[in-house]
């Protein structure tokens, strides 16, 4: 599978930004996605889960109440609407594949990530 993600940018505190990854491959509607995080210098973060159907989601704490994760199956594609963003959400934001449906079987590997600017 390759992935592909998009909609990064440079936004003011308190702003919303919304990325979406594209995945190549057939495999897309049975497997998880996820989406990671990571600052130059530090290890890449969790985000958010999604499984297989889209019904069973998980957040990083951080995070809570402020993005979404959500996916198309139908265009082999999964999105993370970004709102009230803060300054420490500046970071490199890939997705990554699930190894099984369910969002407990891990994620991995990740695609290019696109760069997100939180100015404050």
């Known amino acids: 599978v390759q992935l592909q993600a998009s909609g990064g940018g440079l936004v003011q505190a308190g702003g919303s930004l919304k990325l979406s990854c594209v995945a190549s491959g057939s495999t897309f509607s049975n497997i998880a996605m996820a989406w990671y995080r990571q600052v130059p210098g530090s290890e890449r973060d969790f985000v958010a889960g999604?499984?297989?159907?889209?019904?069973?989601?998980l957040y990083k704490n951080s995070v809570k109440g402020r993005f979404a994760i959500s996916r198309d199956n139908t265009k082999n594609t999964v999105y993370l609407q970004m709102n009230n963003l803060k300054p420490e959400d500046t970071a490199i934001y890939s997705c990554?594949?699930?190894?099984?449906?369910?969002?407990?079987?891990?994620?991995?590997?990740w695609g290019p990530g696109t760069l997100v600017t939180v100015s404050s």
């Open positions: 990554a594949v699930g190894r099984l449906a369910v969002i407990a079987g891990g994620f991995g590997p």
């Open positions: 999604i499984d297989w159907k889209g019904d069973d989601k």
